[in-house]
């Protein structure tokens, strides 16, 4: 095991946190770029191990440009992939072959012959002989010289899945019922996506010379930190990687937030105490002794490696009250404000009394997942709230959902067979296996997603002159892993927030991997309030970034919480329940996944507990906030 230098006993594998993952690819293209060329220099070739998934998209993209705008060749590239799903036709369009054509192979000058990618369609009899022959064909090339790996939320590599051995080779696996369900939203439901695939093994992959770990977004940041400090087991196969001599875990800042240096740098090394991270070990402080703040003593933060902090900033007392005032000052029950009273320590300012509120969500049902109870607060309390959904979210439609939808309606209503509903239902039962969805399907699917906000905002208050779908082309004329923003997306949101003109806007996506939907809405919202910041309203605009997924943010990054009594609590799981489109589509015999509502129930509900035990309040479920400044 070799230490990373800069972190002693922390890390076990040299990583590096970059500002995003469109930096580090580029690091890491330099470095392939430098092997092709040298290897193509002397007419040799160059072996790679490559991954699909999210992860490696911005790879492939940078490979791509370099290919086209500076004559990078591939002519003598031999790849290897990690992995295939089993059983899948290669047509599929889930397929791990028909993404690595889409995402790299069909724009580079790779011959065919020299790429690599294990068979999810031959016969289970065959299998065993066919993972020989990848093992074999490695070997006969002299090894990977580089291997490109992304990590699962289970610490898979490739799909070595948690009980992988360390000398595994390629084989056919079983993948675990949590991979199964991250990948539901590409085969539009789990009960799609297969339950086996062939994998190169542990050991096919610990041959390789060089390792490369990527992982962008902060759905990864668990299992990173597992995978970096925790002790080697098959219980986190990636953890093996800490016994290899020349791997490097390139992540972003998002995916870096529960290593030790980034969540308690205290216990490395001298800490310049910020506030958050005073808050931070604070809070975290009460949490692991199980002790309200208000009743820490000197001997707790002696104990728990925080003897520095109250040196600098005790006696424990007084930092006990201090940071109990900041965690009760984010709580309020007045999300625009509170009219007519002095609000230097609430989170949100009272004037205007009224305000006028955008909440940008990037797609169906994300918005009320983050913020149903507040939403409906915020009407209440007479604000003027607009919800515009930046995309349709029409891919995540399955066409069972779509061809039932449209039948309801032709028989419901003798339909005119040129109306959109009866082509796009003929249409759908003309699909052919695998083909993508033509753009009057792709409309009917916009409509039933639309409905569904429609009927979930109803519930949370909101009236549907009051709800916008921008349909942003980047993803209307796009597809999943290959959106591309251009300046018309940016475009359409500059004139809502010049209409609007809002007070405060509520958006997401920050902290997600960049080739997501959210994340794109994200940098569509960032560069569309480039160069709104000279205008009169945008000073006196206030932006707030809810979390959309299920696993709240830590307590130090909360700058506002917002209460859900249980009645406004089971309000918004009917305003989620309408997304009937987005829950399973079958009831998963084998699998104890909880439906999306369940999940963010439990999460608001975690929220309140982790208040409730520092020693405030007792609610029932917190919606949570932060703060987001434009100029950072
Ligand atoms: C893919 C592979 C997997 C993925 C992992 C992360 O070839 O081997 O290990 O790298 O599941 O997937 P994404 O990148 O989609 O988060």
Redesign the pocket.
């Known amino acids: 095991m070799k230490n990373n230098k800069n972190f002693g006993e922390w890390e076990r594998i040299p990583t590096e946190i970059f500002a995003d993952a469109d930096t580090a690819v580029q690091s890491l293209a330099n470095e392939i770029e430098e092997l092709v060329r040298i290897r193509n220099q002397v007419s040799e070739k160059t072996v790679l191990g490559l ?6 998209v911005p790879l492939y993209k940078e490979l791509i440009r370099r290919h086209k705008e500076e004559g990078l060749s591939f002519k003598n590239v031999v790849t290897f ?3 295939e799903y089993y059983p899948i036709v290669p047509e599929h369009p889930e397929s ?1 072959h028909c993404f690595m054509r889409q995402q790299l192979f069909d724009h580079i000058d790779i011959p065919a012959e020299n790429i690599h990618i294990p068979d999810g369609n031959c016969d289970r009899e065959e299998v065993l002989q066919m993972c020989q022959n990848y093992e074999e064909a490695i070997k006969a090339v002299g090894g990977l010289d580089i291997q490109i ?4 939320r289970t610490g ?4 070595n899945e948690p009980g992988s051995s360390l000398s595994s080779q390629t084989r056919l696996v079983t993948l675990d019922s949590l ?1 199964r369900s ?1 990948a539901a939203k590409d085969f539009l439901g789990e009960y799609n996506v297969p339950r086996h695939a062939i ?1 190169m093994g542990v050991g096919t992959i610990m041959n390789a010379r060089k390792i490369y770990l990527l992982a962008w977004g902060r759905a ?1 940041a668990e299992i990173l930190k597992q995978t970096i400090e925790e002790s080697p087991s098959d219980t986190i196969p990636a953890s093996f990687l800490q016994n290899h001599s020349d791997t490097r875990i390139w992540i972003d800042g998002a995916a870096a937030s529960e290593l030790t240096r980034r969540k308690s740098p205290w216990l490395i090394s001298f800490t310049d105490w910020t506030p958050r991270l005073v808050r931070s070990a604070v809070t975290d402080l009460s949490l692991k002794t199980k002790k309200p703040l208000l009743k820490l003593v000197e001997k707790d933060y002696q104990e728990n490696g925080l003897a520095d902090l109250i040196t600098e900033k005790g006696p424990a007392y007084s930092l006990n009250i201090r940071i109990f005032n900041e965690m009760q000052h984010t709580i309020t029950g007045w999300p625009g404000g509170k009219p007519k009273v002095e609000d230097t320590h609430r989170p949100e300012r009272a004037q205007p009394e009224q305000k006028r509120v955008v909440i940008l969500s990037p797609e169906p049902s994300e918005d009320v997942r983050a913020m149903g109870a507040t939403i409906n607060r915020l009407i209440s309390q007479k604000h003027d709230v607009t919800v515009a959904y930046l995309t349709s979210g029409s891919l995540g439609v399955p066409d069972e959902e779509a061809i039932r939808g449209s039948e309801l309606i032709i028989d419901a209503i003798n339909l005119d067979e040129s109306s959109l509903v009866a082509v796009a239902h003929k249409k759908l039962l003309d699909k052919k296996a695998f083909e993508p969805d033509c753009q009057e399907i792709r409309k009917l699917k916009a409509t039933i997603r639309k409905n569904e906000a429609r009927a979930a905002l109803k519930l949370c208050g909101v009236k549907n002159g009051n709800i916008q779908f921008l349909d942003l082309p980047f993803y209307e004329k796009g597809k999943y892993r290959q959106f591309n923003i251009t300046e018309s997306d940016m475009k359409r949101l500059r004139i809502l927030l010049m209409q609007k003109q809002p007070h405060q806007v509520f958006f997401t996506g920050a902290f997600a ?1 960049p080739s997501s939907v959210p994340s794109k809405a994200f940098q569509v919202m960032k560069q569309a309030i480039l160069g709104l910041e000279s205008e009169e309203w945008f000073k006196d605009c206030w932006f707030w970034q809810f979390n959309a997924s299920n696993k709240e943010w830590e307590l130090p990054q909360i700058d506002m919480v917002v209460p859900c009594s249980p009645d406004e609590l089971s309000k918004k799981v009917q305003a989620m329940y309408q997304h009937r489109s987005q829950m399973q589509q079958l009831p998963l015999v084998d699998s104890n996944r909880k439906e999306i509502w369940e999940l963010i129930q439990e999460k608001n509900r975690n929220t309140a507990n982790r208040y409730d035990l520092l020693g405030m309040a007792e609610y029932e479920a917190l919606e949570c906030f932060r703060r987001w400044y434009p100029s950072t």
């Open positions: 991954a699909t998934g999210s992860t490696p992939n990690l992995d791990y790996l992304g990590i699962g898979h590599i490739g799909f991979t991250d994998t990864k991997d």
